[in-house]
């Protein structure tokens, strides 16, 4: 995280757990960034303190793109990416752009100021039904060399599996320049 | 009643702790035609009794049991005018549920929220409530099939089987009766439809009585068709 060429931190929050099987990925404005997280908290709460059961990512997905839809005309800098299993443990992916056009795909989802590298790094590595060791390579991968040709990203990751079992996260170790 | 000196305003509340606005409003619906609801195991029925002042009167003009979302569906008893502000509120709010998160409103949301707005006009100023209490029947977040009613003090009771309106306690005892916990859709429908001929001033058919049913097997709230009431009543006898 930076201000043009000058980095300030290395080791940025900018994915967030918001409940056993979801997660949600932002690229952006730190601030921005920061404030969505805190704003989805305060509404999925609310959410599960109504309904009384937990929200599913399609139903996530569609309440944050309304979110950032309900500030068109003065957006939040922030693009996001949602992750999760849905109600019956299937894999759930989804991204969309600012103003909250969302587009849901079954094999990858990318999002950040290196968006196009990490197109063409998924596109090349992707595979359907990988398991769990070789899915978190392919991302790892991907990731790290997508970053490494972009001035304004890299300084290792962050990765998570969810699985219907748990969480798995690790971080990475990539170049740091 | 010296209670009715202190009626000075809805707003303020008798001496003996009562808001007699909201007495009378249970007045006003302990006046209206007769409602009731039933859930069962795979789903639950709503229906009225829809008797005209006289046989002039177009039936398919109005329409006491509305549907409010694919999977939720309403009746009352009370004041026709003041359902329909509800059932449009409800509509709308649904809609805009839907909108936020692409899923139906769960029947206990509905519930919620339509409460509220009953409760709103109880506590403002130069209102008076709604005169209206409603039975709502449809599909909860979890997909079990639930039964509520509103009143107009903005209280919600879940039901297992309840009447309102004119004669509800003979109904209720009615149903008292008969109901059991494994019911199932088809015979709650035959239950309701004998409970509603109990206090039925003369012959009851499909086009005097209006039914909605709610099955779990789609989750989809619909109005039973008067052909197909005459033929539940047709199997009762």
Redesign the interface.
């Known amino acids: 995280m930076g201000i043009s060429y000058q980095t300030v931190s290395m080791d940025f929050k900018k994915i967030f757990q918001m409940n056993e099987k979801l997660f949600v990925g932002l690229a952006g404005l730190a601030s921005d960034v920061q404030t969505l997280d805190q704003l989805l908290r305060f509404r999925m709460n609310l959410y599960e303190l109504?309904?009384?059961?937990e929200m599913?990512p399609?139903?996530f997905t569609?309440?944050l793109s309304?979110m950032l839809y309900e500030k068109r005309f003065g957006p939040y800098f922030a693009e996001p990416v949602v992750a999760g299993l849905d109600e019956n443990d299937k894999p759930y992916l989804a991204t969309m752009d600012l103003i909250g056009a969302t587009s849901s795909t079954e094999d990858f989802v990318v999002a950040g100021t290196c968006a196009g590298n990490l197109y063409g790094m998924c596109e090349t590595l992707y595979k359907k039904d990988m398991e769990q060791e070789e899915l978190f390579e392919t991302l790892a991968q991907a990731l790290l060399a997508s970053v490494d040709r972009d001035a304004l990203s890299g300084w290792g990751g962050v990765v998570h599996i969810i699985t219907k079992e748990g969480i798995i996260s690790r971080e990475l170790k990539g170049r740091q320049d | 009643m010296g209670d009715s000196a202190y009626s000075f305003s809805l707003t303020t509340f008798s001496r003996t702790g009562k808001l007699l606005q909201i007495e009378y409003a249970l007045n006003a619906v302990a006046n209206g035609r007769t409602a009731l609801g039933i859930a069962a195991t795979d789903g639950v029925v709503i229906c009225t009794d829809k008797k005209f002042s006289s046989a002039l009167v177009e039936g398919e003009g109005v329409r006491k049991v509305e549907r409010i979302t694919d999977g939720s569906g309403v009746v009352y008893a009370g004041v026709g005018p003041d359902y329909r502000v509800l059932v449009r509120k409800a509509r709308k709010s649904s809609q805009a549920y839907y909108r936020e998160y692409r899923e139906t409103k769960p029947i206990s949301q509905l519930v919620k929220s339509t409460a509220s707005v009953m409760q709103e006009y109880t506590q403002s100023g130069g209102v008076r409530p709604f005169g209206v209490s409603l039975l709502m029947a449809g599909m909860d977040g979890d997909g079990t099939p639930r039964l509520f009613q509103v009143d107009p003090s903005g209280a919600y009771f879940g039901w297992k089987a309840t009447a309102i309106g004119k004669n509800y306690v003979n109904a209720k005892n009615f149903l008292e009766k008969r109901y059991q916990e494994d019911m199932e859709l088809e015979d709650a429908i035959h239950t309701a439809l004998l409970t509603l001929r109990e206090g039925f001033e003369g012959e009851m058919n499909g086009e005097n009585i209006e039914v909605g049913v709610v099955s779990k097997s789609d989750g989809k709230f619909r109005l039973l068709t008067p052909s197909e009431i005459q033929d539940y009543l047709d199997e009762a006898n």
């Not at chain 1, 109504?50 to 059961?53: K, L, S, T």
């Open positions: 109504r309904e009384e059961r599913t399609k139903v569609n309440l309304n």
